[in-house]
């Protein structure tokens, strides 16, 4: 498309701990007591990428943008925290925290939190 153009400094990539969990299971026994936690980690997990993923489709669609996908920084006192996704444009900076999150989710105004609504059972955020 005329006119669109992108800069990717850090592409996305598939988190190495999810082929790490993968080769786990694969040499777990079935009757192990940790793999059912082992595979709803891998499942959460795999849902976040796929979230990113979807996000990145949409991203590729603005103009005159620079974006870096999954930074890690120091914030002080050997505390780190990541960023999803950073994009950059020349007036403006913005910082992506991509959740995937599925059922219904609301915004509860009265409480300042977000609600999700999955299978007749509520969570707050």
Do not use: C, W
Request: glycine share 6%; proline share 2%.
């Amino acid at each position: 498309m005329k006119g669109m153009m992108h800069v990717i400094v850090k592409e996305r990539k598939s988190p190495d701990f999810i082929q790490r969990m993968e080769a786990l299971l694969r040499r777990l026994p079935a009757s192990h007591s940790k793999r059912v936690l082992i595979e709803n980690d891998l499942a959460k997990i795999k849902a976040g990428f796929r979230g990113e993923e979807a996000v990145d489709y949409f991203l590729k669609h603005l103009n005159e943008f620079t974006i870096i996908h999954d930074i890690r920084l120091a914030g002080g006192n050997d505390d780190f925290f990541q960023i999803d996704a950073l994009l950059l444009y020349s007036n403006f900076i913005l910082i992506l925290e991509i959740k995937n999150i599925s059922g219904t989710i609301y915004f509860d105004s009265a409480f300042n939190q977000l609600i999700q609504i999955k299978q007749d059972n509520e969570r707050g955020f």
